[in-house]
């Protein structure tokens, strides 16, 4: 894994801040950049799956299960209860709501690797809650985002199948066609995956600087609390259901973290540019909070529990 994808909160983070004060650096990459930088994040996350991966879900279910269902439950709700809390506008409500109602990122996976957790496990649950997103991300989002803005349900699933099972579908297809070539890339996805997503925060936040600035600290504290909330019910719950130490602080960083980047473009093209705003945020907080999560869990390290399922 590449060492420099470890410092994904300082490059995001300094790049955001210049957005704020030089936009013009990063408007440029406009939405048809944002897709096609998505779908490169999505073909990364293809390249980096494996049949063991799938193969683990069979071994392994409870812990799969329990997690998939935290992500859909936990993440969505505390959407919805954040939203309602802050009293946000309506459109920044629906884009908060939108970027909790989609599957985790593959940040995830490294933040789970510098907390010295349970790695397969976080890989094997974002392939999951990934896949599923084509059908469970438009159909929660429209189900809690409701009256606030019109979403058209089939053409955001049709949209959100496009962008994440197309890509993983190529990227399978290169591991098995081009497998040297796969290879190779698989080595840098991780940090080009980074680079990817930095552009399309920064894009978004240069953009939206004006709404930022005239009211950016109220959907800051709402994006917080809304990945603060998923990681700390995602862990809570986990250790509810069973779950040993290790997965459930897995399971914590998978529910808390989220891909962003989906939720910019499915925002940018079904909401407005307004709602894409809280996507772009939750990529940065969420990498934060994650990255200082996995300082305390490297430094506590804990023994396999005895119930693990």
Same mark, same amino acid.
């Given at each position: ?14 790049? %955001? #801040?210049?957005? =704020? ?23 990364? +996350? ?19 299960? #329990? ?25 920044? #409500? ?12 593959? #940040?995830?996976?490294?933040? +789970?690797? &510098? ?6 496990? %976080?890989?094997?649950? +974002? ?8 059908? &469970? ?28 099972? =197309? ?9 098995? $066609? ?31 600087? +004006? ?25 809570? $719950?986990?250790?509810? =259901? ?9 399971? %914590? ?17 079904? =909401?407005?540019? &307004? ?35």
């Amino acid at each position: 894994m590449d060492k420099l994808t470890q410092f994904f909160p300082l490059i995001a983070g300094g790049a %955001s #801040a210049l957005a =704020l004060f030089e936009p013009r650096v990063f408007t440029w990459f406009g939405p048809l950049h944002i897709k096609i930088a998505l779908a490169l994040i999505m073909f990364f +996350t293809g390249l980096s799956l494996t049949a063991a991966d799938f193969q683990r879900v069979a071994k392994k279910p409870s812990q799969v299960a #329990a997690g998939f269902l935290l992500q859909y439950t936990v993440m969505p709700a505390m959407g919805y209860l954040t939203a309602v809390a802050f009293s946000l506008p309506r459109e920044i #409500a629906a884009g908060v709501i939108l970027v909790a109602c989609c599957p985790g990122g593959t #940040a995830s996976n490294v933040i +789970t690797y &510098l907390a010295k957790a349970d790695v397969p496990l %976080s890989v094997t649950m +974002t392939a999951c809650s990934t896949i599923a997103a084509a059908v &469970l991300t438009p159909a929660l989002s429209a189900w809690l985002i409701g009256a606030r803005i019109p979403v058209d349900a089939w053409a955001m699933t049709r949209d959100t199948a496009i962008v994440i099972l =197309l890509p993983i579908a190529l990227a399978l297809i290169a591991k098995h $066609f081009l497998p040297q070539a796969a290879k190779k890339l698989e080595h840098s996805a991780n940090f080009l995956a980074v680079l990817a997503i930095t552009l399309i925060v920064a894009s978004i936040i240069g953009s939206s600087r +004006t709404q930022i600035l005239s009211g950016g600290w109220s959907i800051v504290a709402a994006v917080f609390t809304l990945h603060a909330g998923g990681f700390l019910f995602g862990y809570v $719950f986990a250790r509810l =259901l069973r779950i040993g130490e290790i997965q459930a602080r897995t399971i %914590s960083i998978e529910v808390g973290m989220q891909n962003s980047g989906l939720g910019v473009v499915l925002a940018t093209k079904h =909401l407005t540019a &307004l709602a894409a705003v809280p996507c772009a945020i939750s990529s940065l907080m969420h990498s934060l909070i994650g990255s200082l999560l996995a300082a305390v869990f490297s430094r506590r390290p804990a023994a396999e529990s005895a119930l693990k399922n």
